[in-house]
Structures are given as structure tokens and as C-alpha cells.
């Protein structure tokens, strides 16, 4: 079961981080949260509207039981304020002077107008550092443009190669612009952090989610400079990086799912190539028209006559299997294979076990514990979830009154004003 203790050997104990975000920086919270910073998750009083984002535990459409929410704001406190107010930007600013990071998300220029843009907060701590998550960046023609997951993943290009070729470009099915940018803003934070700790300096970190994602595209434009191959939508098939525009099949179905297989000539794949002929043959298959020199096969010069005449049987194997005894199959003989799990076959996959990815997270307020995905970082320092994601308002007495120094009346009176 995770623990609410701190591991003092973790890698940022020393830093608070305000996070104002909403689901643009989430992940960025998240992550400074598992490498230790004390991250305090800021609200609207009654509760951030991404709280209704499902699925629900139990099905039940609750504020507090958003596995969303959860997923995403564990290893963070909570506290409401509104930053709109006049009480509500002076409480902020108390918080800022004992903080090291802000992470926010608004529309950009919406901190300077209510008086907590990063000039403004650096005079009240010039260590401050503020990271700005938006669609588009800062500055720019496309700065103030609304947006969605759709429209980010479509301008940044990665839609471009999603899907098949004779078919419209598509979007996967859980949103992914933001976790890209989420990403990007931690490294970037952690950077500030450290030129912080040699300098003396905050600075204002400007993370565009569209630039996050065509960062991913930065290798395109090598395939032209080497093959002269426009890379483009290859859907089951391998991108075609030679310009033959030979289709080479990746995803093959199975018995009970998919699997990923892909004949690769030369010296890199002729072992395995030659390993599954074998397995094939000792099955009891025909496989004259399939058995050649792998390690003279060009995938510069291959047709696709020779690809569909590879892979019919191979395709014929593949459906007589099922997908575990395809995989443990081809571990046994050494071919480059892989399973394309569910969501549930990742649940239950051995690997993850092993390394502790999986943890018990204690929800005291629903007595019992819930299993959620631990950190991507497994390192010495320490990763590990040691809360579950904040109840409305959950830390207020914590942070206000014992931090902040606010009597019981003052908290009361803020409270009814509606300022916490």
C-alpha cells in the first residue's frame, strides 16, 4: 500500500509547485508530484470541472470518484481558491513566496489580467518559476485560437500518419496532445529548477502542445534526404521508407487478437525470418514458394508481388495460433514477435509486475485501496505514489491555517465569501 509518508531519498522534497492547470498540464503536476516536489493542486471553490470527466468508480458520476482525476492529480494536496477574487489573488501571492514553481494553463495573457502574470509574481518571488501550458504557445498568429485534442493532434501532423493510406487520416482513441505537452512542460520545469539552483533566477517556461507534437515528427524529413520516400499512412503495414511502395504487413491477426511481425531482410532479420520458416515446417506446412536467401533479400528492390507471396503463409500460420502460444513460440526461437496487448492483457502483464509498476493506493474515504499505474521512473531516488488525488478542498486547514497562519474565523468568513 502506497504510504502519505515522503521517501526522504526522493529527487525534488525541497520544491513546492502550485499547479492551476487544468487536463493541459495535469500529467506535468503528476509527474513533479512522483519525483517528490510537494505539488498543491489548486481549485476553483466546489471543484475543478474536470472532476466530471469519466469513467467513475463503481459507475458512480461523483466529483470524488473520477478515475480521470484520480489517474492524474495522485501524489498532489488540494486546496480551492479562487484567483479571481481580490482576497483570493492576496492568499495566492502568500503561497507564491513560500513556493519555487507555478504551473498553469489559462488562455494566454489571462494570468497578467487578473494580476499573477510571471512579472507580477517574480517581484513577489524572483525565484519564481511559472510554466505556461497552452494549445499554441504564448505568442504567435495562433495564440488566442480555441482547440481541442482533435485539432492539436491534426495541426501537428501526427494525424497525418495515422490510418491507411487509401482512407482518411484518423485519431486514436484516448486523447494524447496533452499528455505529449505534460511531458514537455516537466522536463522544461526541471530545467528552470535546476538553472534556479546555479543562478538565483526563476523564469517563465512557455509550453506550446502543438510544438510538443511535431517535435515527435522531427525525423521525417530524413527519410527524403536518405530515400527520397514522402513517409505517409501505412495503417497494418510497414511506413514504406524505401519508396517502393511495397506493402510490408506488421499487424497480423491471430486466433484470439493481433500480433506484430514483420519480414525484414538482410542480416538484421534473416535469423528470425528463417526461425519462423522452421517452426512453420515443423508444423507440417508447404513452403516452397517462401523459402529463400533472407540475407540476400533487398527491401530497396523487394515488389509487392514478392511480399504477398512471403506473406500468405505466414498469414495462414499466424490464424491457426492463438497469440500466447504465437509469442511464447517465437521466444523459444528467437524471432522479432510481439503480442498487441488490451488494455487487460496489460493488467496482466508479467513485466510490469515484476517491476512494482502496479501499486496500492489507500482511499481512506471509500476504506479500502485501489490499484493504479505507478510511475514511468523507476531510479534509486524513488517514484513511488504516496497519496491518492485530493478530495474538494481536502487540504485547506492543512495549508491555510496551519501555513498560512489564517485563524478558524478568517477561514470560515473566506469560505462564505466564497473565496475558498
Known amino acids: 500500500m502506497a504510504s502519505d509518508q515522503m521517501k526522504p531519498e526522493a529527487m525534488l522534497p525541497p520544491y513546492r509547485v502550485l499547479d492551476l492547470t487544468d487536463e493541459k498540464g495535469f500529467l506535468c503536476g503528476r509527474i513533479l508530484g512522483d519525483l ?35 489517474a492524474y492529480n495522485c501524489n498532489k494536496r488540494g486546496i480551492t481558491l479562487d484567483i479571481e477574487t481580490e482576497d483570493g489573488q492576496a492568499i495566492f501571492k502568500k503561497l507564491v513566496k513560500k ?80 499528455l505529449h505537452a505534460g511531458g514537455a512542460a516537466a522536463q522544461g520545469t526541471m530545467i528552470a529548477l535546476y538553472h534556479q539552483q546555479l543562478s538565483g533566477e526563476g523564469q517563465h517556461v512557455d509550453v506550446s502542445v502543438l510544438q510538443s507534437l511535431v517535435s515527435n515528427l522531427m525525423h521525417i524529413r530524413s527519410f527524403w534526404e536518405l530515400n527520397r520516400a514522402e513517409l505517409h499512412r501505412a495503417g497494418q503495414f510497414r511506413v514504406d521508407i524505401w519508396g517502393t511502395g511495397a506493402l510490408a504487413r506488421m499487424v497480423w491477426p491471430c486466433q484470439d487478437g493481433y500480433v506484430m511481425f514483420s519480414i525484414m531482410g538482410g542480416p538484421t532479420g534473416a535469423s528470425s525470418n528463417r526461425a519462423l520458416v ?26 509487392q508481388e514478392e511480399f504477398d507471396q512471403m506473406q500468405r503463409p505466414i498469414a495462414e500460420f499466424f490464424r491457426q495460433h492463438t497469440q500466447a502460444e504465437l509469442y511464447e513460440g517465437a521466444l523459444k526461437r528467437g524471432i522479432m514477435f510481439c503480442p498487441v496487448n488490451t488494455v487487460k492483457e496489460i493488467a496482466r502483464d508479467p513485466q510490469l509486475k515484476e517491476r512494482g509498476f502496479w501499486q496500492q493506493v489507500e482511499h ?14 523507476r531510479s534509486a531516488a524513488g517514484s513511488d505514489i504516496r497519496r491518492r488525488a485530493p478530495l474538494i478542498g481536502e487540504h485547506n486547514i492543512d495549508i491555510y491555517s496551519q501555513e498560512l497562519g489564517f485563524s478558524q474565523a478568517e477561514i470560515a468568513s473566506l469560505n462564505q465569501a466564497g473565496v475558498i
Open 364 to 377: 481512506p474515504e471509500l476504506a479500502t485501496d485501489i490499484e493504479y499505474p505507478g510511475s514511468f521512473i
Open 278 to 303: 522452421k517452426w512453420m515446417e515443423d508444423e507440417g506446412m508447404t513452403l516452397d514458394d517462401i523459402k529463400r536467401n533472407w540475407e540476400a533479400l533487398d527491401m530497396h528492390t523487394a515488389t
Open 36 to 70: 517528490g516536489a510537494d505539488v498543491i493542486k489548486v481549485e476553483k471553490p466546489g471543484g475543478d470541472a474536470s472532476r466530471n470527466i469519466g469513467p467513475f468508480y463503481h459507475n458512480d458520476k461523483n466529483p470524488e470518484k473520477s478515475l480521470y482525476w484520480w
Open 99 to 178: 513556493s519555487d514553481v507555478i504551473i498553469e494553463s489559462h488562455p494566454p495573457g489571462y494570468m497578467d489580467r487578473i494580476g499573477l502574470g510571471y512579472i507580477s509574481l517574480s517581484e513577489v518571488n524572483p525565484r519564481i518559476i511559472m510554466t505556461s501550458i497552452t494549445p499554441f504557445g504564448q505568442t504567435g498568429p495562433y495564440k488566442d485560437f480555441e482547440s481541442s485534442d482533435l485539432t492539436l493532434w491534426a495541426m501537428g501532423g501526427l494525424m497525418f500518419y495515422c490510418g491507411d493510406q487509401d482512407r482518411a487520416p484518423v485519431t486514436i482513441s484516448f486523447p494524447q496532445a496533452c
